[in-house]
């Protein structure tokens, strides 16, 4: 049975329980709780109840408890604003209610999943990690904090074990393992155990509590044979129970579906996906966001697509990139477009866009490649150089014209101080951020739209002063107390901005170009420093040529160059964070332009015509405020 027949199997069963991970907190407060507890009842409860009898008065007397708990926190979660018919209030208060008349405990687990799922969807809760958990972290985590009461091998041997009332559980025993999943144990793991010595290990970090949750469910596996490799999604594996995988490998036709659930939770979790694995997963993810759309469930497909996007290709974008450049930003729009049909309820262009990602996601897998590494380093070097010397060039060459050669000193500050931040950056994405899909994309947008603004005002005050008489007359009235050390800081700032945000998307593409020529680094390296000296030669050209410039054309044409990159960088921030689900698309018919972050989306486009609209009318009363001031100098009659 191939890889993809596998996933497909664990795909189908996300009618039953949907995968979520969406941007949003780690933390999701009361919802969270209340999945915690949902799983926690959802699998203990026949501990305490069985045929209507109470086994445990103890455990049954817990049930009631945390049935309570749950209660108040959807109550808490869902706010003031919902009444008496909302969804998950009525499934929390049937679940409290089967609790109290000892239902059957299949009937209070699927009551616990249905409302589980219902959290989940309408809270955006993260269900998954944004990166594979590190078995070294992890098991260096348990020894620490965790093997004292749940013992080296997780057989609740421990030497506090002996001492705690209720005991520890044991990670080895067949029948609890059933039930667990990374997801119910991260939770555990978040907010502890009422009434037991199982605290709270919040103060880990998210990365920490992810890996250690995986960790148990390792311990659980380990010792039993692993062979061959099966094609499970790390957020499927995340926010599987050991008994929904075997069901799903049964169901695929898997020969012998307990080894390979072994070698999912002992190997699979903490290995990183191959680029043609995850694009495999990538596809089969969108045909299911498209079936789920077409069973009416459009917040469920729309929240897969982002975790598809966010959970599986966005972390292979820079290698991608370096491959077939084109073809990925097809991708990405193909996305975009895919979300815009879930929210207009358009099934024929959903379908429509997911044959075309189908298509574009075949022809990246089979490994075409468009550039030689010497030339696609060439390229990628000579763009963002460029894009960065526009800038510094320009600071510099005003600085000059006004005659403050000292200030140029701060210009250079910022630029310089921008090449260790990329060789920090060098660092640390090899080690976090190519896997970290989420962060990446939010600190993207983040560098863009500071950028943004600093060029924006830098603009705004340069077109103000664009007529060159005006120019002389403020340079005669204190040039000395206009360009005080805040605005050289400001200067140095934004010189220093606009060389790391280049240098950083140059790392990333840099590393995947390594990664994508084996044995030909040479080759990556030689088209990058030819790429740096075509840099270095245009911003000589442009600091003699625009030097010569008359006073007036020159600043006109240096504001028009920060307002164009203001527009670039804002359009790049809002697209990032639009593509990343933290903004609702808004498509729009406008034609769309990449290399100047212009995309077809209202919100990117009103920002965008908000700069425009601002320095026009700055550039307009500019011009016109000569005239009125002749005017106002005219005698009277």
Sequence with gaps: MGALAVFAALAASCAR????????????????????????????????????????????????????????????????????NDTLLRGVDGIDAAVRARADPAEVARACRSAREEAVSRFGLRTAPTETPSLDEARALYARSCAICHGRGGDARGPEAAHLDPPP???????????????????????????????????????????????????????????????????????????????????AGVRAP??????????????????????????????????????????????????????????????????????????????????????????????????????????????????????????IYVREGTEAALLVGALLAGV?????????????????????????????????????????????????????????????????????????GYLRKGLEE???RRNLALIAGLSFLAAYREAAETVLFTQALLLESPGRPMEVWAGAAAGLATVVALAFLMSRTVVRLPLGPFFAVSSLLMCGLAISFAGAGIYELVSAGYLRPRPVPFPEVPWMGIHPDLTGLAVQLTIVSVVAVAAVVSLRRPAAEARARRPPR
């Design 17 to 84: 329980r949907p995968v979520a991970v969406a941007p949003g907190p780690s933390d999701g407060g009361d919802a969270q709780r209340l999945v915690t507890l949902l799983d926690y009842v959802g699998s203990d409860y026949a501990r305490a109840v069985r045929g209507g009898v109470v086994l445990s008065a103890d455990e049954y007397d817990e049930q009631l408890k945390f049935a309570a708990d749950m209660r108040a926190l959807a109550a808490s979660a869902v706010g003031t604003a919902a009444g008496p």
């Design 258 to 379: 307990r080894p390979a659930l072994a070698y999912l939770r002992t190997e699979a979790a903490f290995q990183e996906p191959s680029p043609a694995v995850a694009l495999e997963r990538t596809r089969a993810m969108l045909r299911r966001a498209v079936a789920l759309f077409e069973e009416g469930r459009a917040r469920e497909a729309d929240r897969l697509v982002l975790d598809t996007y966010l959970g599986e290709f966005e972390p292979l974008e820079p290698r991608l990139r370096a491959r077939d450049g084109p073809a990925t930003t097809a991708v990405e729009a193909g996305i975009r477009e895919l979300r815009v049909a879930f929210g207009r309820g358009d099934a024929h262009a959903a379908r429509a866009a997911e044959r075309d990602l189908d298509t574009l996601l075949d022809g990246l897998a089979g490994g075409r490649r468009t550039v030689v590494p010497a030339l696609a380093a060439f390229l």
């Design 169 to 251: 559980p044991s990670f080895r025993d067949p029948a609890r393992l059933l039930a667990l999943s990374p997801y119910r144990v991260y939770n555990t793991l978040t907010f502890g155990v009422p009434g037991t010595a199982m605290a709270s290990f919040e103060s880990l970090s998210t990365t920490e509590r992810w890996a250690l949750a995986f960790y148990v469910l390792r311990l659980g596996h380990e010792g039993e044979p692993a062979p061959g490799p099966v094609a499970v999604s790390l957020a499927e594996q995340a926010t599987r129970t050991d008994a929904e995988i075997l069901d799903a490998l049964r169901a």
């Design 400 to 472: 000059r014209r006004l005659g403050r050669d000292e200030a140029r000193r701060y210009v250079h500050a910022g630029w310089l101080a921008a090449l260790p931040a990329g060789v920090l950056t060098w660092w640390v994405t090899g080690r976090l951020l190519a896997v970290r899909a989420y962060d990446r994309e939010l600190s993207e947008a983040l560098i863009a739209l500071v950028a943004a603004a600093v060029l924006f005002s830098m603009s705004f005050w340069m077109i103000s002063r664009v007529e060159s008489r005006r120019w002389t």
């Design 482 to 484: 206009s360009l005080t």
